[in-house]
């Protein structure tokens, strides 16, 4: 296959739903059940950091049981094939990568970090479960937290600025399992639009992005990627 043209995938939370990770928003979800603003901002953090890191505990071990789906698959399968692929996530899950995704650009962290409250300094935790309490920087004393961005946080700054570049170069763009409100990541889907991309969206239902898509894929992203990506690949 030629290099064809340059394919770059936004990923949310619906990609995940199929392997049974739980998605935020929607029947079943976590903002359905949780408050954000009890469990995942700063403030949050500093007022009850124990119920904080019990949460994500409890997201790990439910993360830890799932496996990635076709979906993960067929990305880390157009990574392999494609040389100027490039994936951005949304999702802390890390189940790209466990599919054999290598280059994905982390948007809002990843859940398998923690990160020193003081210094910034960052550990790869795979502990499951967790201890119950937050643990102490080996360096400085100060508290562990996951390594995520929570709202009312700044992106990370290269994550941001690579993703923002895919974006504006990407020749097909496509919007997979993400409800798309959720800024400044849903912009990047306006921005490729922008820029000349073709937005393939695949979700099971509409969302606000659906309107700037040039084609939907409607249905479990864990059929419909596989099968665009067989299309794709038998392009003339
Ligand atoms: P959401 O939970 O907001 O949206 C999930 C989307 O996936 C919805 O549009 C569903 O319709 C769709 N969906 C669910 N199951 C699907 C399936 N099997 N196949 C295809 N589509 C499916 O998740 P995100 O858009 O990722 O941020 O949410 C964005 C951000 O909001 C998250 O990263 C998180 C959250 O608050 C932070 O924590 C900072």
Not at 37 to 53: G, I, N, S
Not at 59 to 76: F, G, V
Not at 106 to 125: A, F, I, K, M, P
Not at 132 to 145: D, N
Request: hydrophobic share 40%.
């Amino acid at each position: 296959m030629n290099a064809g043209p340059r394919v770059v995938a936004l990923t949310g939370a619906g990609i995940s739903a199929e392997s049974g990770v739980p998605t935020f928003r929607g029947p079943g979800s976590l903002w359905e059940r949780y408050r954000p603003e009890e469990l995942a901002t700063p403030e949050a953090f500093a007022r009850d950091p124990t119920r904080v890191w019990a949460w994500y505990a409890w997201r790990r071990e439910r993360i830890a049981r799932a496996e990635p789906n076709p979906a993960h698959r067929t990305l880390a399968e157009m990574e392999a094939a494609l040389p100027s692929f490039i994936l951005i996530t949304q999702n802390v899950d890390g189940l790209h990568q466990r599919a054999g995704s290598r280059r994905v650009i982390e948007l809002h962290g990843n859940l398998w970090r923690v990160r020193c409250v003081q210094e910034g300094r960052t550990w790869e935790d795979d502990r499951v479960p967790l201890p119950e309490i937050p643990p102490r920087c080996p360096a400085c004393g100060a508290l562990l937290r996951p390594d995520v961005v929570w709202f009312g946080e700044p992106l990370p700054p290269v994550a941001w600025r690579q993703a923002l570049e895919a974006a504006q170069q990407a020749e097909i763009f496509l919007v997979i399992g993400t409800s798309g409100i959720v800024e400044p990541a849903a912009s990047l889907s306006r921005l490729a639009r922008a820029h000349g991309a073709r937005i393939i969206e695949f979700n099971i239902e509409e969302t606000p992005l659906t309107s700037l898509a040039d084609e939907v894929w409607r249905g479990p992203v864990g059929e419909t990627l596989p099968r665009w990506w067989h299309a794709f690949q038998d392009r003339p």
